[in-house]
């Protein structure tokens, strides 16, 4: 059971980035799908400012 509990983990631990850094093209790709590039640019630009300070702090 441990072995299982330890790759869930691991799995969880690889998947999550993969889907951090998907999420500005998926919220751009809604907004601008829908018709409203200024929202798509706007996520883009709040998500790149999180990600920044991420770093930074």
């Keep these: 059971?441990?072995?299982i509990i330890s790759a869930s983990r691991s799995a969880s631990r690889a998947i999550f980035p993969v889907a951090m850094a998907l999420t500005p093209a998926v919220f751009a790709g809604m907004?601008?799908?829908s018709g409203s590039a200024l929202a798509a640019t706007a996520v883009a630009v709040a998500y790149a400012s999180v990600i920044l300070g991420e770093k930074i702090g």
Excluded: E, N, P
């Design 31 to 33: 907004f601008f799908l």
């Design 1 to 3: 059971m441990r072995y």
